[in-house]
């Protein structure tokens, strides 16, 4: 096994969906997971402190492009529109590795209480860095927090639907959460 290889991250969380899906969590060690990836335990320590984490690979990167989208929009952009601004910041960096991982994930997670509540976390805490951005652009926190939940969800149902469409790796995931935003505003404005 070679220790320096490159992109054993992405390896580790990979080799890891793939056998929590094919034997469930429960049943899956750390040293298989290793093995798996190609690479040694402690090199699964180094990037990860244990294997619950692995779902949540990429959150802080995430959580930050997010918010610097926000941060980034232009200064008369609503709040949904500096959302979006975060959506398209964030989107641009899942790409079709993330893409071909997604049915994977989405199996794995709905087999395992364990994952679907780090899962949950992982949601909150994306929430909390848009509501965190748009305050720190002077918008009112209740209106944050609303449009940093929508944002959440904007992008949960672009991602599922960006995975599940088959017309190909073409299509960015930007356009899909975009999409499901709209979707979204227009649902609350007949919430009256």
Do not use: C
Not at 93 to 117: C, D, F, H, N
Not at 165 to 190: F, H, I, W
């Amino acid at each position: 096994m070679s220790r320096w290889e490159p992109g054993a991250r992405e390896r580790l969380v990979v080799a890891a969906v793939d056998l929590f899906t094919e034997q469930g969590y429960d049943a899956t060690t750390v040293a298989q997971i290793a093995e798996r990836a190609g690479v040694t335990k402690s090199t699964f320590f180094r990037h990860f402190p244990d294997k619950r984490e692995l779902l949540v690979a990429g959150q802080e990167t995430l959580s930050r492009l997010l918010a610097e989208g926000i941060a980034d929009a232009p200064g008369d952009a609503s709040p949904l529109e500096a959302v979006a601004a975060g959506l398209e910041r964030a989107s641009a960096a899942m790409g079709p590795g993330s893409r071909e991982l997604a049915p994977r994930l989405k199996a794995a997670v709905a087999a395992s209480t364990e994952l679907q509540e780090r899962d949950t976390l992982k949601t909150v805490s994306l929430a909390a860095a848009m509501t965190t951005a748009l305050v720190a652009r002077g918008v009112p926190d209740p209106t944050a927090a609303l449009a940093g939940e929508l944002g959440v969800l904007a992008f949960k149902r672009g991602y599922a639907a960006w995975a599940g469409d088959d017309r190909g790796a073409e299509n960015e995931l930007a356009g899909y959460a975009l999409a499901a935003l709209d979707e979204l505003r227009a649902a609350s404005a007949s919430l009256g």
